[in-house]
């Protein structure tokens, strides 16, 4: 079956998309995005998704043309449409389209496109946990905001992907700061460790819902930064994201971590967040 867009305010077949070349997001990445979980129909933390697409969009002044009702209405017409139960909605907003120019364009209307993918939750990925590497994160210093301009988060996943592991944890001088499309949390004597969430990481919907569950089980927490030493001397590594949600690491560059098996407070963890979205 085709799927249903959702593509300058009208819900439309596939093969009545147009993008334009002209498209700036084609051009220069110049556009931010959002991806959304779907569990049983319904939208998942659709409010703080809608925040950060804000703050992404001011943070590289691209103006919103919806407001957060309307994004909502649509986007639940859109899992509706497309009679997804369980899976991902995608929406991106592009700066428009115009010829090529690094300067705005004065009268470019933004593009707005969304689509629904009927993606499983990746259980037995969640039960083994995955085999990561390390690399230095080359990105730009606005890692907050989700932007379009992916190359080195692109470069990073394949580089994982060709040394047989799932994923690149990624450090800057030695910091640890995130994945290629994840963020990354290591536990320690019980206490669970994650990077601050400042310019140099994105803001994770599911990092802070991860937070709040830690919370209300009585993990200890602590945002700050932590070393490539500390990653590898970790009880526990897991990264949270909202297709992998609670992802144990079991190793790192060929290095078990811990017993080289998920740990007791990831599978807490995941326990938790499997209730929360069950409820
Ligand atoms: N990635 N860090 C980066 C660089 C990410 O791309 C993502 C999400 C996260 C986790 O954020 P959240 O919990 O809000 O999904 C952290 C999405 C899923 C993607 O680009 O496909």
Redesign the pocket.
């Known amino acids: 079956m085709s799927r249903i867009y959702w593509y300058q305010g009208r819900f439309l077949a596939d093969n009545e998309v147009r993008i334009s070349p002209e498209d700036r997001g084609y051009y220069f990445g110049d556009g931010v995005y959002e991806?959304f979980r779907v569990y049983g129909g319904r939208l998942f933390e659709a409010e703080a998704h809608l925040a950060r697409l804000r703050r992404s969009a001011a943070g590289v002044r691209l103006p919103l043309p919806h407001a957060d009702e309307e994004w909502l209405r649509n986007l639940n017409e859109l899992v509706r449409l497309n009679s997804l139960q369980e899976g991902t909605v995608y929406l991106q907003i592009t700066r428009g389209t115009a010829p090529r120019n690094h300067l705005f364009p004065p009268q470019a209307e933004p593009v707005v496109m969304a689509y629904c993918t009927d993606v499983k939750r990746p259980l037995s990925a969640m039960e083994a946990g995955y085999a990561a590497i390390t690399l230095p994160d080359t990105r730009w210093l606005h890692?907050d905001y989700k932007t379009l301009n992916l190359l080195a988060?692109v470069l990073a996943k394949q580089a994982a992907a060709d040394r047989g592991a799932a994923d690149a944890i990624l450090h800057r001088d030695g910091t640890v700061t995130?994945s290629?499309?994840?963020?990354v949390m290591i536990v320690k004597d019980g206490r669970l460790v994650t990077h601050p969430a400042n310019h140099l990481?994105?803001h994770?919907?599911?990092?802070a819902v991860v937070l709040r569950l830690a919370a209300q089980t009585e993990i200890p927490a602590e945002e700050r930064p932590f070393a490539l030493e500390e990653l590898f001397a970790a009880d526990e590594v897991l990264l949270?994201?909202?297709?992998i949600e609670v992802m144990p690491v079991i190793s790192v560059d060929g290095k078990p971590i811990g017993s080289g098996r998920p740990g007791p407070i990831t599978r807490r963890l995941q326990r938790e967040f499997e209730d929360l979205i069950s409820s």
């Open positions: 991806v890692c988060n995130e290629s499309a994840s963020n990481i994105l994770g919907v599911t990092r949270t994201g909202t297709t």
